[in-house]
């Protein structure tokens, strides 16, 4: 029987189903909370009602007499774990803020005792029982507040070693025939994913085991182990499948831990189900930022100076910033430019990734500034990005790998009836709604990551692929099951995909949205090396010139030709010929350019993520255009979205089913980002307001009617095996910049502060 894999080249996999599917929609997917335990103990945590002060004391007199109460937790009797470093700066951690070791309080909503019971519901009611007093200070909020402290990013972390800057911004700007000068400021927002944030945690002996939802399961057994004191080889993290996450499951929070050591303590094990309010403080979030940009440019519209000042808060205890200005300096040819990022400190739970943490808030600057600019120039939006496209960034002049950004706008206008935009302000209305028409570009840092597979076929053409990667919703059971198939030459449907356990081979974080580029690159060389022991056995006297022609480095043989190019391949002449029913190969791949320590690394759950403009001698991103339509009512000022429409090229698509769940769900939370999403913060406590979905915004089916995404064909064959450049955090981003151009064309009314709503409209 003679197989062939298809051709490497192609850019587009099958629109296959998902992998998955029927396990989600029957309800037999088991999701962390699900698993079932052995006469748990079930924890409910009581978080602070201050954000900032100390804890007197504590009555527990009403609470311990709950029937079924069983202990009550503080930092009085708890196990006093080992400090972690934050996950952002190398470490493994959420928030260096770690409960129950003082009776310090340094946010809103701090775990201040867990109440451990027979049954959910009497924890649950023996922690509303539970009496603090509290010796409370005046807490410091937000931006605006007394008693915040700012300093540039460069120098508090790791990864910020330098502002982008080229040239002499100054001076051209100085010069510049037309300006524009802007402040921009984006708000607090939370994840909400649908699945809590949930632990349980069992020992046997000295051995753990965790369940979870993590978007990385090596991360949290290496950070577990790390705090508890104990070898990371006695963890193990369980977790099949996340309910959403959207960042804010890569890192550990410090719940887990705790939990870890009362199961430890009470010898059995512990389910915790954090409430949704809680969800708020024990976890991340996507911190406010506020943005000064100046551009300048000549008559023809080509930029000449560009500055982008970027604050962003973040905790006392933790300098957090997501510096979107590696991106927004690069984005467009300008030979001077400069920029600065600040981290401001307030009395807040720490900040972390939240789908695309740079480019959400930046962009929103940066493509709200260039509608700006297009408007003083009378020129068109996108001519205005056409004349500033570059196959270059500006600021090191590495070359893009590949970069379709016009082409997206040219298909994405086309799509959209662009040519029927009335350019003028408030010029197109349907009766008592003014119509306006706006548009962004999008884009996304192709990042990559060190991961490993193990993969065995079997003579009857079955095959089992095995890697510690994370399916988080977004398909990544079914394109690595795809990746197999197509290199084994295999169908689909015999491939079986274990993943979401740290005892697989180790993947990086399902994040950044490297994961399929990653996990799927690592499968593809191990299954190559699978073919190439199968070849070998079908040529005998070729492999004992490979042999030679290896040992001196005269590059590919004719076996490890055969073994990656797709030739057919005889499957069980090659297995009679081994004389074995299955073969086995287990691999560890890294990308160009990581460092030394890249798979040491990747075993300690230590991300060595390379890629984007940090690549060293080219530069790699997804692009993308996106266009919206917003009718405004003159008289209520209700915002309504009937169409969405974004085009994107991000590399070799591997199954453009679930891509564009991926871009059509990225471009309905872009929406809900400029419309709806804030969290709202009681500036005289520091405390979150609307802690929970009854209150938080989220889109529904009405809010945006029509969503349309295409998915333009791109080969780009410098980034990684796959072929992939990652879509997940794509869409997203320059939603909120095109909505705030579509209500400027609307209404004649720029509105620089997200979220926009009703009140917010002038005219």
């Known amino acids: 029987m003679s197989t062939a894999a298809p051709e490497p080249k192609a850019n587009m996999g099958q629109p296959v189903p998902r992998y998955d599917a029927v396990a989600k929609v029957t309800g037999k997917a088991d999701y962390a909370a699900d698993v079932p335990l052995a006469n748990p103990a079930y924890a409910y945590l009581v978080t602070s009602s201050i954000a900032k002060g100390r804890i007197d004391g504590f009555d527990l007199g009403e609470a311990r007499h709950v029937r079924g109460v069983i202990d009550i937790i503080t930092h009085e009797n708890a196990e006093k774990l080992k400090d972690a470093k934050l996950f952002s700066n190398g470490g493994y951690t959420s928030s260096t803020i770690q409960p129950l070791k003082s009776a310090d309080i340094a946010q809103d909503g701090q775990i201040v005792a867990v109440v451990l019971a027979e049954t959910f519901e009497a924890a649950r009611e023996g922690a509303h029982r539970v009496k603090v007093n509290y010796t409370a200070a005046r807490p410091t909020a937000s931006f605006d507040s007394e008693g915040t402290t700012s300093a540039s990013a460069k120098g508090q972390l790791a990864r910020f070693k330098d502002d982008p800057k080229v040239g002499d911004f100054a001076g051209a700007f100085d010069k510049a025939e037309v300006k524009v000068t802007a402040s921009y400021a984006t708000p607090a927002q939370h994840h909400n994913p649908m699945e809590l944030f949930a632990t349980s945690c069992v020992w046997s002996g000295d051995r753990l085991t965790i369940y979870e939802p993590s978007q990385y399961v090596t991360g949290l057994k290496n950070g577990v182990a790390e705090q508890l004191g104990i070898d990371a080889d006695n963890v193990r993290v369980i977790n099949a499948y996340v309910g959403g996450a959207f960042g804010s499951k890569g890192s550990m929070t410090p719940r887990t831990a705790i939990i870890a050591s009362i199961a430890r303590r009470l010898n059995r094990p ?86 695309s943490p740079p480019e959400v808030p930046y962009l929103f600057a940066l493509e709200s500034a260039m509608d700006e600019l297009a408007v003083k120039l009378n020129m068109d939006p996108i001519e205005l990005r056409r004349v500033n496209d570059t196959t270059k960034e500006p600021i090191g002049g590495k070359p893009y790998t590949s970069r379709s950004l016009m082409a997206c706008f040219d298909e994405g206008a086309k799509a959209f009836g662009w040519s029927k935009r009335s350019a003028a ?45 994370h399916e988080i919703g977004n398909g990544a059971y079914t394109v690595i099951g795809q990746a197999a198939a197509e290199r084994l030459g295999i169908p689909f449907e015999k491939v079986s995909v274990h993943i979401g356990d740290s005892d697989l081979p180790p993947a990086p974080v399902a994040g950044g949205s490297n994961s399929t580029a990653s996990t799927c690159s690592a499968v593809i060389m191990v299954c190559d090396r699978i073919r190439q022991r199968l070849f070998k056995a079908l040529m005998p006297n070729e492999s004992m010139i490979d042999k030679a022609k290896e040992t001196v480095g005269l590059g590919k043989t004719p076996v490890t030709e055969a073994a990656t190019s797709g030739q057919p391949l005889d499957r069980e002449k090659a297995f009679d010929a081994l004389g074995v029913s299955m073969v086995e190969e287990y691999g560890e791949w890294k990308p160009d350019g990581a460092p030394m320590d890249s798979f040491r690394a990747m075993h300690n759950g230590q991300m060595r993520m390379v890629g984007g403009p940090e690549m060293k001698d080219k530069i790699a991103y997804a692009f993308g255009a996106e266009f919206v339509e917003v009718r405004i009512n003159r008289w209520t000022h209700e915002i309504r979205v009937p169409r969405l429409l974004g085009a994107f090229a991000a590399g070799r698509i591997m199954n453009p089913r679930t891509a564009r769940s991926q871009l059509m769900g990225g471009l309905i939370w872009g929406m809900s980002s400029a419309l709806l ?87």
């Open 270 to 355: 512990v389910k915790l189900v954090a409430s949704r309010d809680q969800g708020f403080t024990i976890a991340t979030y996507r911190a406010e930022t506020r943005h000064e940009i100046q551009i300048g440019a000549g008559r023809d519209g080509r930029l000449a100076a560009l500055r982008h000042e970027g604050a962003e808060l973040s905790s006392r205890a933790d300098a957090y910033a997501v510096g979107g200005t590696k991106t927004t300096t690069r984005l467009y040819a300008c030979p001077n430019v400069d920029s600065m990022v600040s981290i401001v400190r307030a009395d807040r739970n720490t900040p972390g990734f939240m789908r």
């Open 677 to 763: 999403e804030a969290t709202e913060l009681d500036e005289r406590t520091a405390r979150y307001v609307n802690d929970n979905l009854a209150d938080y915004l989220l889109p529904v089916n009405a809010d945006v009617p029509s969503v349309e995404v295409i998915m333009l064909s791109e080969q780009d064959d410098q980034i990684n095996p796959a072929g992939v450049k990652g879509l997940g955090e794509l869409a997203n981003v320059g939603t909120n910049a095109a909505i705030c151009n579509a209500i400027f064309h609307a209404t004649g009314q720029r509105i620089r502060r997200l979220p926009v709503r009703l009140e917010n409209i002038e005219a």
């Open 425 to 469: 302000p408030k010029s197109m209305a349907d009766g008592d709604w003014l119509i306006g028409y706006g548009c962004a570009t999008t884009c996304y840092p192709t990042q990559m990551a060190p991961a490993a597979a193990r993969v065995r076929l079997q003579r009857d053409g079955r095959a089992r692929v095995e890697i510690a990667g």
